[in-house]
C-alpha cells in the first residue's frame, strides 16, 4: 500500500493515511512520553464503513472490507517508519493496538479475527482492542468470546455515547445492532468468560450528560462488569478543527461522577484531532479522497 503522514502539531500523534487504487484506511499512532512507555495504533478494519454514525467522516459511504494482511500492514508499517519494529514488542511498557479507527470489525469479522492472531504472534505483548458499535450477531459475539479466551490480551470496547436506544439509534442509525440492555448482557457474558471488563466509550457531546443520562447509564451498566472511556466528540468537518476541544471540562465534570460510583474510568487523550484530525470518525483525509474518486 502507498501511504502519506501527517505529524500533530504536538509531536506525539502521527496519521498514516493509505491507499490503493480501490481503498483508503487510516492509522493513526500515539506516543506518551516516550515509545518505550506507551505506543498505541489505531487501525482500520474496512476502506468506508456502512454503520453511519451521524458524527463520522465515512458520510456512511462504505468502499470495502480490509484482508487481514492490509491490516496487519498498517501497523508493521508504522512501527517500521519510526524504527520500533524490531524492539517494541519487548522494550515497550505499555503497547496497544486498537481496533478503532475506521470500519465496524463485527462486519468485517473473519480478516479481523486472522490479523489479531498473526499480531499476537508478531507481538505478544501489545494488547489489542476491539471497539465495536456491538452489532446484532449472536454467531460473531460467539467468535469474539472464544478468542478473547484464546488471547488473553483481547479487549474490547462497546461504543455508545447515549444513555437510552432512542437517542443512540439517531446518533448510530445502523438498524442491526444490539440495543443499551443487550450490550450489557453481551458484556456480562464476555466478562463471565474472560475474567476482563469490557468498556464503554461514551463520546460526552454536551447533551447527553445530564443527571437522567448518569441515571439511566449507571442502572443499566454494573461497576462490578464495566469500565468507562470517555471521550471528546471528533468533528467530522475540517472547519471545526477547534470543537474537539470545547468539551474537556464538561468530561472531566461527567468521569468524575462515574469515579465517585466506583467506575474505573479513562478519559481518551485527544491530541492530533485539532489539527491532522487524529479522532475517531474524523477522516478528513478520507472524505477527500472519497470526493476525488466518485464516479
Ligand atoms: S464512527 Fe466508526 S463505526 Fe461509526 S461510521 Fe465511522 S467508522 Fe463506522
Known amino acids: 500500500m502507498n501511504y502519506k503522514i501527517f505529524t500533530g502539531s504536538t509531536n506525539n500523534v502521527w496519521k498514516y493515511v493509505f491507499t490503493k487504487e480501490d481503498m483508503v484506511a487510516e492509522a493513526v499512532l500515539y506516543q506518551y512520553q516516550s515509545f518505550y512507555k506507551r505506543t498505541v495504533i489505531c487501525c482500520s478494519v474496512m476502506s468506508g464503513c456502512p454503520v453511519g454514525c451521524t458524527f463520522c467522516g465515512t458520510g456512511a459511504k462504505f468502499i470495502r472490507n480490509l484482508t487481514s494482511d492490509e491490516i496487519v500492514e498498517q501497523i508493521d508499517t508504522v512501527l517500521r517508519d519510526k524504527n520500533l519494529i524490531k524492539d517494541i514488542n519487548d522494550k515497550c511498557e505499555k503497547l496497544q493496538f486498537m481496533f478503532m479507527s475506521m470500519g465496524e470489525p463485527m462486519l468485517n469479522w473473519d480478516e479481523v479475527e486472522k490479523a489479531i492472531i498473526v499480531l499476537n504472534k508478531k507481538y505478544d505483548q501489545a494488547e489489542l482492542l476491539l471497539s465495536t458499535i456491538g ?98 466528540v471528533c468533528s467530522k468537518d475540517e472547519n471545526m478543527k477547534e ?53
Open 135 to 232: 452489532c446484532d450477531n449472536d454467531e460473531v459475539f460467539k467468535k469474539i468470546i472464544d478468542i478473547s479466551k484464546k488471547i488473553k490480551k483481547v479487549g474490547l470496547q462497546f461504543s455508545i455515547h447515549k444513555s437510552n436506544d432512542e437517542a443512540r439509534n439517531k446518533l448510530i442509525p445502523f438498524h442491526k445492532k444490539m440495543n443499551l440492555e443487550k450490550i450489557r448482557d453481551a458484556g456480562i457474558i464476555w466478562w463471565t468468560k474472560t475474567g476482563r471488563k469490557p468498556f464503554l466509550n461514551y463520546c460526552v457531546d454536551g447533551a447527553n450528560n445530564t443527571k437522567q443520562d448518569f441515571i439511566n447509564l449507571t442502572q443499566i451498566f454494573s461497576p462490578v462488569v464495566f469500565n468507562f472511556t470517555f471521550s471528546v
Open 243 to 295: 470543537a474537539a476541544f470545547r468539551n474537556l471540562d464538561i468530561i472531566k465534570e461527567f468521569q468524575d461522577k462515574f469515579l465517585a460510583k466506583g467506575y474505573n474510568v479513562r478519559m481518551f487523550d485527544p491530541a492530533g484531532q485539532d489539527d491532522i484530525g487524529g479522532g475517531c470518525g474524523q477522516l478528513w483525509y478520507v472524505q477527500n479522497w472519497l470526493k476525488s474518486h466518485q464516479k
